[in-house]
């Protein structure tokens, strides 16, 4: 399905803002380096302007369930992206956690790189879903934004948690209760995502960047600081900064932090909002700060000890993937029982060495650091305590503010 077919009907600015990450944002991004898009659009009534028909349910509000094969068909369907999980370096071909997955229940995995942006994703499944009709898929992993529309529409199934009982005890206090799943009733969390302040020490003569109002205000950065071209995560990051919390902010707080930005644009702090080509300028020292991606700094510091990262002290916002059972799923206890496996500790330290992402799961630090100390080490990775605690996450939008928002975000950026 086309993009324009996808976003027909989306208002302006909206649909300006799926550009910008196609084209430039994280859904742009090398999956192994860079972090891909978490979502720019939220709410039933902007996918009725896509021609999105009510989803079809059982009259309760749940997704419809259909026949479940799992018994009798030991095998499970999983979509996710590419690049996303633990692959044995001597043959990238094999999966080593989903063979073990395969040897511990007997339950093999058809597994599918077949989600390269949650829009795009979005319209392959969509004609099935909203007719009523199974997907061909028992799990799927989507960004928060399209997992809480997925639950909304009634297409994602309420999974049964007498088949999750690691995932119940393990998963990380801070993911148990987002606004769009508050129970953890449809999903869990495959991994998260961080937004973050990074400098190159070089560039900046040794002088610490520590937070955003830095950035915004520090004439020694002038000229020389980018800001994200994702509307979350540069609004988010400088709401927290004007000491609001982005999981609660009001429509006059998010214009007071328009006009934050705007000032620093205006008065040329600013020198552009940049999606993953921040990377290169931040390393080069051609920009000497900015606000950058924390997947995107483990490899970045790797390449160049200058690049450092801080949390600023008023916190960070973050955002998560997801996996959920779509509806009339054919194999939905084998997909929890998978869901399950990756809770298992030993199993998710496995996982986050493949991949180096934020792992949602509790008490896994000692795992891996059996695999791979230095991940163990990395805050970017297992952030510490103190980290966690300073994490936030942005609300979910109603139509009519998604539509207001980007329209002001896009004047903003120039876009």
């Not at 999983?78 to 690049?83: K, R």
């Not at 795009?120 to 879903?129: I, R």
């Not at 493949?354 to 970017?380: C, F, H, Q, R, T």
Request: aromatic letters at 8%; a negative charge; glycine letters at 6%.
């Amino acid at each position: 399905m086309e993009f324009n077919e996808i976003a027909d009907g989306l208002p302006d600015p909206v649909r300006k803002a799926w550009e910008r990450s196609l084209t430039n944002g994280r859904a742009a991004m090398s999956r192994r380096a860079l972090i891909r898009a978490a979502g720019l659009v939220a709410g039933a009534g902007t996918l009725a302007a896509c021609g999105i028909p009510p989803a079809r349910s059982s009259g309760t509000g749940e997704a419809t369930a259909g026949p479940d094969d799992s018994d009798s068909d030991k095998v499970v369907d999983f979509s996710n992206w590419p690049l996303y999980i633990d692959v044995d370096p001597a043959d990238e071909s094999k999966r080593p956690t989903l063979d073990a997955f395969t040897a511990a229940t007997g339950v093999k995995v058809k597994y599918t790189e077949d989600i390269n942006d949650n829009v795009e994703f979005f319209g392959k499944v969509k004609p099935q879903l909203a007719a009523g009709q199974e997907t061909g898929r028992d799990l799927m992993v989507l960004t928060d934004w399209m997992a809480g529309r997925m639950i909304r529409l009634g297409w994602a199934q309420r999974l049964n948690p007498a088949n999750l009982t690691h995932a119940i005890t393990n998963l990380e206090n801070r993911y148990r209760a987002p606004d769009w799943d508050p129970n953890r009733l449809y999903s869990y969390p495959w991994s998260g995502i961080q937004v973050v302040v990074a400098y190159n020490r070089k560039a900046t003569q040794g002088k610490a960047v520590t937070s955003v109002a830095q950035l915004l205000d520090d004439p020694e950065l002038k000229g020389r600081v980018t800001f994200l071209s994702e509307m979350r995560d540069t609004i988010g990051m400088v709401l927290l900064s004007l000491g609001k919390d982005p999981a609660k902010f009001t429509a006059a707080d998010y214009d007071a932090a328009i006009e934050r930005v705007q000032k620093a644009v205006d008065n040329k702090q600013i020198r552009k909002f940049t999606g993953n080509d921040y990377g290169q300028e931040l390393s080069s020292g051609d920009i000497a700060a900015c606000i950058a991606w924390g997947g995107d700094l483990i490899q970045l510091k790797a390449d160049n000890p200058d690049i450092e990262f801080v949390i600023p002290a008023e916190g960070y916002v973050a955002s998560t993937d997801n996996l959920l059972v779509p509806a009339r799923a054919k194999h939905k206890k084998n997909a929890e029982l998978l869901i399950d496996f990756y809770y298992r500790q030993t199993v998710a330290a496995q996982l986050t060495a493949g991949i180096n992402y934020v792992s949602p799961v509790a008490g896994i630090k000692d795992e891996l650091a059996k695999l791979a100390p230095e991940v163990a080490e990395n805050p970017l990775v297992l952030p510490t305590p103190e980290m966690a605690a300073q994490v936030h996450v942005f609300r979910s939008l109603t139509e009519a503010e998604e539509s207001d928002f980007e329209e002001k975000f896009s004047k903003l950026i120039g876009a």
